[in-house]
């Protein structure tokens, strides 16, 4: 009789946990907004020591905030695409800003379109525009960007504000049945180039007597200010952060005036609201200044996430597990209660934490000149033209200890073979740039083909 008790005492228990887990009723509404290489750690939630995100710090307070997130590819449309479709860049296909999304992979917005959503996007970057295929499932799609990029004149960008009054211009039409809204500031991309009073906003002299960085004609040198983030004859490093926080708190504002509308219309608590990025941006981390794309250590590999529903997600809330950019799509569709039976590969994280937290993370740069394989509390870093590294993160958080020659047999079979998993994609060897001698490692350990 008492083990019958405990175990319908065990019964209800598990309901009942299992019950809190799912909101009493889906959300109405789904707004997903990305920010452009946008840290993690230069967000005031997250700790920073600068004022960069009131806005975003008041949807933290009042939702969930992540702080072990990483993107798929460190660069804008690939990663999108992941974040778009669940899928990983080794089964999309996309791994640059110039390739497009192959239309038979499905988008969220086509799977939402499908159950009734009204579906609109404003993007603001070039990487997004309409001939990347990440339109799909949209019944409108604003590509329309009316800014020349300071020292790129073929590259063209929508700032902040005009990016917020299309949102809201598209949402007031669209506001009376359920809806789907994708939003994508461009901002904090370089060249950071905020408008007052956002420049002035953390003040710092533009040159430095014990500081100073050379320019460089190239995108990707290493110590160096980048060809295209020159900001006239600024060289000191510290100047050009300041900018970049400058271009979060201009952004951040205008997305204040995004939720303060949305609030006005009485929709906030009845819509899931997503706040994240495709990327980070390294800021003098291993020697790189003001780029990404080109590297897969943390600084760009990690991305904030930010998600707002009361009924679901417990306001204040920090949650630890390991999540991907493709754990969207399918975290999206479990809240809003739609089933969906097309190839997804990022998992939902509402009710897997325990599980997650031991799944890898595989991150890829542009043309996967870099891969690194994230798995608690190792990083195995493959880098054309470099030796293989290897990380342990609880230890040298930083990656300033390289430790692959004193780490143990299996711990590096392990991470080699869910590296090989890219390499061993039909086609990936032609588009890697992975210097030979690590293809020529990973073959003799018997993980490509």
């Known amino acids: 009789m008492k083990t019958t008790l405990s175990f319908y005492l065990f019964i209800i228990s598990f309901c009942f946990i299992f019950a809190a887990c799912e909101p009493s009723k889906p959300p109405r509404n789904v707004i997903l907004i990305t920010i452009d290489t946008l840290r993690p750690d230069h967000l005031s939630c997250y700790g920073y020591n600068r004022i960069t995100s009131p806005s975003i710090d008041r949807i933290a307070s009042e939702g969930v905030r992540y702080d072990n997130v990483f993107c798929q590819l460190t660069s804008t449309t690939p990663s999108h695409c992941s974040i778009l479709t669940g899928l990983s860049p080794a089964t999309h296909g996309v791994l640059a800003n110039w390739e497009p999304l192959p239309p038979e992979f499905n988008t969220l917005a086509e799977i ?115 060809a295209y983030q020159r900001l006239g004859e600024a060289t000191n490093p510290a100047y050009y952060v300041s900018q970049y926080d400058g271009e979060i708190q201009y952004t951040d504002y205008w997305l204040g005036k995004l939720i303060e509308k949305i609030k006005d219309w009485g929709l906030l608590d009845t819509t899931l609201i997503i706040v994240t990025s ?108 470099n030796p293989i590294e290897l990380y342990n993160l609880k230890l040298d958080p930083l990656e300033k200890k390289n430790v692959l020659e004193t780490s143990d047999q299996e711990t590096q079979q392990s991470l080699f073979s869910i590296a090989a998993k890219y390499f061993n994609q039909p086609g990936s060897n032609n588009k890697s740039n992975i210097k030979e001698e690590d293809k020529e490692t990973l073959r003799s350990l018997g993980y490509i083909n």
């Open 112 to 226: 939402l379109k499908g159950t009734g959503f009204r579906t609109g996007a404003v993007v603001s970057n070039w990487s997004l525009k309409k001939e990347r295929g990440l339109d799909q499932g949209f019944d409108f799609y604003d590509d329309f960007l009316p800014e020349q990029e300071l020292n790129r004149p073929l590259f063209f960008k929508k700032d902040p504000e005009d990016t917020t009054k299309s949102a809201l211009e598209w949402l007031d039409k669209n506001k009376e049945k359920p809806f789907f809204l994708f939003i994508n500031y461009m901002d904090p991309h370089g060249p950071y180039t905020p408008p007052p009073p956002y420049n002035n906003a953390f003040a710092v002299s533009r040159t430095s007597a014990t500081e100073v960085l050379p320019f460089s004609e190239k995108n990707d040198a290493p110590h160096a200010i980048p």
């Open 278 to 385: 495709d990327h980070g941006e390294s800021l003098g981390e291993h020697d790189y200044y003001f780029m990404h794309s080109n590297l897969t250590y943390k600084e760009q590999a990690s991305v904030p996430l930010i998600i707002r529903f009361p009924p679901l997600f417990r306001a204040g809330k920090v949650v630890h597990t390991r999540i991907e950019g493709m754990d969207l799509m399918p975290t999206i569709l479990q809240v809003c209660g739609i089933s969906y039976k097309g190839k997804v590969e990022g998992q939902s994280f509402l009710r897997v934490e325990k599980e997650k937290n031991s799944n890898p993370v595989t991150v890829l740069s542009e043309s996967a000149r870099m891969i690194s394989v994230y798995k608690e509390p190792w990083e195995l870093v493959i880098l054309e033209k």
